[in-house]
């Protein structure tokens, strides 16, 4: 005996030219043609609405991003002013020492008063910089390292062991959170022997 079986999960589907070479008349063309225009416009209607759907989630995720975008702008500028109200904060000592030392009678201020003044504004103004990570090159008589220093000239060693140090800073240098500013320009020795 033999089984023959059919599976149910496929569609029966015929063409015209089924129809036609399995003996149909032209009535059955045409059931077989009004048949595949239904399952076309069935299959149009599910690409549309799936299109429809991709189009939405498209649409959503779009605006998403866009409010992301502009929400991390935002907070970015703000945490850029709250560093910047945080230093200044810490600097408005320093200014009004300034201000102090700007509205002095000069002819009633020695020299030495308003040089140990200033110093005395340097120091606060520095000591105020390096709480806010800032940390001063100040290479003397150490060994010319040319991530830090920026060589201007040479001058002579009096020894071979002075060979490659700092004889002289003209300017200093600073680091901030271990990103090099500015670096120290620096006079190194030379040995010639």
Known sequence: ????????????????????????DEGAVSEVLQASDEEAGLVTAALEAQLAEQKDKYVR????????????????????HRGMQHLLRGLLDTIDDIARFAHVD??????????????LVERNL???????????????????????HEAITTAPAPSAEQDGCVAQVYQV???????????????????NG
């Open 1 to 24: 005996m033999t089984d023959q079986h059919t599976d149910s999960t496929e569609p029966l589907t015929a063409t015209p030219a089924d129809a036609m070479s399995a003996g149909g």
């Open 126 to 148: 520095l000591k105020s910089l390096a709480g806010h990570g800032l940390e001063v090159v100040n290479p003397e008589g150490a060994r010319f390292d040319p991530a830090l």
């Open 106 to 119: 000069p002819t009633a201020t020695d020299a030495k008063t308003l040089v140990d003044g200033v110093a």
């Open 173 to 191: 240098g600073y680091v901030l959170a271990g990103v090099m500013l500015r670096p120290a320009r620096v006079v190194v020795h030379q040995w």
């Open 61 to 80: 995720l779009y605006a998403e991003f866009d409010n992301f975008r502009r929400r991390a702008a935002k907070e970015r500028q703000e945490a850029e």
